[in-house]
């Protein structure tokens, strides 16, 4: 038996085929492309195109099972979260470090599920969906659009930069001054790790101020000019300084058992949600990273403006 979707606000003006493989995750695109191609998937009872753009009360019939029966729903998660700032659209959070942000099963626990519970969710409605990603052991702010309209929005605004999302670090040896690191970046999945590849890697570029420089680690600022996967640790690790803690990419992790890196704020210059313009949204340093901080005699005066 066909199910039949009407269509609301979330997914007002999105094409059928996005739709399709939001809704549908679980079957293949080719599947869903071919039964779109011979009319078996109708929109207000017709035949329709893939890039047809959906509107608020058209009706979607799709013979495929219901997407409830193809794919366990997430488990909600009774723990707390670190609220920054929430509304209808948008779910901005301190993360803790060693939460995942989206589950690889659904017997994780992360912010999703988390915030699923936060903001009572019953089946079938949007799932909070990040529109960026922190490892699982890095801290700090974090967002999540709550409904379809604001997930397009902040993803064209990380897309577009229109955001300026900076960290904090502490690093091991002397960095004094400022500069803009840059070495191409690309993944080495066997390793599971991101690498410096001068011949195929992809432009990677990443903006640094020493904060306090002591003779065996510092604190630095740092700003992602791209946005590539473990970036930042990549490239601290480069130039010789890795991130007090970061194992995986050259510390010894004698001082601490994660990297001792924290998102602190996230900046947003204008983007479909207009009233977020000009805002900017801080995470206060997780007790782990001020006494890292403190074991190195790094000075804090620098950054209790910025947070």
Known sequence: MAKIWKIDEDYDCVRLDRFLR???SEVPLGAIMRAIRKG???VNGEKTDPSYRLYRGDEVSVPFEDPAKLKPSLNVAD??????FMDENVLIINKPAGL???PA????DSVVNRALNLINKTKGG???TPAHRLDRNISGVMALALNFRSLRALTAMFRNRRVAKKYLAVVRGRLTGEGVIEAPLERDERFLKT?????AGKRSATRYMSL???NHASLVALEPITGRSHQLRVHLSHIGHPIVGDVKYGDSGKEARRPMLHAYSLEIFGNDLSYLAGKKFCAPLPADLAAVINLFDLSLDTIIGML
């Open 195 to 199: 690498v410096v590849n001068k011949g």
């Open 212 to 214: 306090s420089a002591g």
């Open 100 to 102: 995942l942000s989206q």
């Open 22 to 24: 939001k809704k549908y």
């Open 126 to 128: 949007f799932i909070p």
């Open 79 to 84: 723990k707390p979260l670190e609220v920054i």
């Open 105 to 108: 099963s659904n017997e994780d």
């Open 40 to 42: 078996r998937v109708t």
